[in-house]
């Protein structure tokens, strides 16, 4: 049986008047299983195939995509329902023959993967039939837990537009996707708008070989997460109001939008499914100024399964004209602020260079670089690195490098959310 326990990492002493308290709750999740057999709910995959007529150009992405498909088929747990699906300017049912899924047996593992075989090349981009299809797909199955992999190779055509805002707004809390780029013809934006409301990851798959091993790991991560459903709740007292709730490791994820109101003190939000992993929470709550010496609990912040309270944390408050307690930064809380402001640096960074903006672009991944090196983020610095020349990192001094391939920036941009886990003091 799954087990989580949290920990909360703060500097609870705020100054005379001050009314903002900032918390980072650490949540680790152990013994979580395996998908659609710890949990007593069963689990669904759908694995899309983007085979419009760009994917064989060249050709090496189509048939990168046949092998990928056959991997993630085997890595699925027998007894899960699952399906295929063909995406181009209708989204097309590869396995079964019919609409529906199947459940995964030697049989159907066997069957599904001749069928993945014969995947042809043809049509437009129209990711948002895809979602719906898929969508469609997920509520006649009879599981808990659902599950895709999107993989598009092209930007969205052939459909009308806000075809996706409406799919992703019916299939919101329905499944959570994954979504993959191969190569560098799709917009990082459509597909990162996918993720964020299906609670997934998007990222590039520069190279048509490198696709495999990603669709392998990504199933396998999938079939590892045995508690199907996770929420994280947040008490706040009255008169206070909860700021944002953001996840920041192991990526940036802002959860504060998806807030479901269940009683004027409470509110939720969604974590999707878990395995046997670590993630981290940075909880921001507005209090009502107190007295000095005054202690308040700012906000109770619980994992919630299936209405039943599994871990808990407090985000306290005491007030204090002592300036050795009040101006201290928790280093959790630092650390995971910068973060998340090197993820939102990158992105406006990269949208001023896309637009022609240099020298906003340049300050903006000059200061990237710096928050980079200063929270040891070594990936990003690397990727980084591919985009500019570092002049003085402790500065923030770069220049923006000539020749750069399309791949590097796309990876920066997909990868900017990626963070790196701050080093505690054992």
Known sequence: MAEFRAEVFQNEYLSDGATDVHGVVSVTCTGAGVAGQASGTEAAEVIIVDTSGSMDMPPAKIAAARRAAKVAIEEIVDGTWFAVMSGHTVAQMVYPPHPGLAKMTDVTRRDA???VGRLRSGGATAIGAWIAAATELF???????????????GKIEGEPDGALEAALVNARGKFQCDCRGIGSDWVVEELRTIATALLGTVDIVAEPADLEADF?????????????????RVWAPQGSEVLFVRQVAPQVDDLTSRATRISPLVVEFPTGAWSDESRDYHVAVRVPPAPVGNERLAARVEVVIDDQVVAKGLVKAIWSVDTNLTTRIDPAVAHYTGQAQLADVIQRGLAAKASGDERTA????G????LAHDS???????LLNKVVDVVDVEAGTVRLKQQVAKSDEMALDTRSTKTTRIRREP
């Open 113 to 115: 993967v001749e069928a």
């Open 139 to 153: 509520q006649q199955a009879p599981a808990g837990q659902r599950h895709a992999i999107l993989l598009t190779d």
């Open 216 to 232: 392998e790991e990504m199933m396998r991560n999938a079939m590892s997460r045995g508690v199907a459903d996770a929420r994280l």
């Open 362 to 365: 340049t300050v903006l991944l």
């Open 367 to 370: 200061e990237a670089a710096k």
């Open 376 to 382: 040891g983020n070594e990936d990003t610095t690397r």
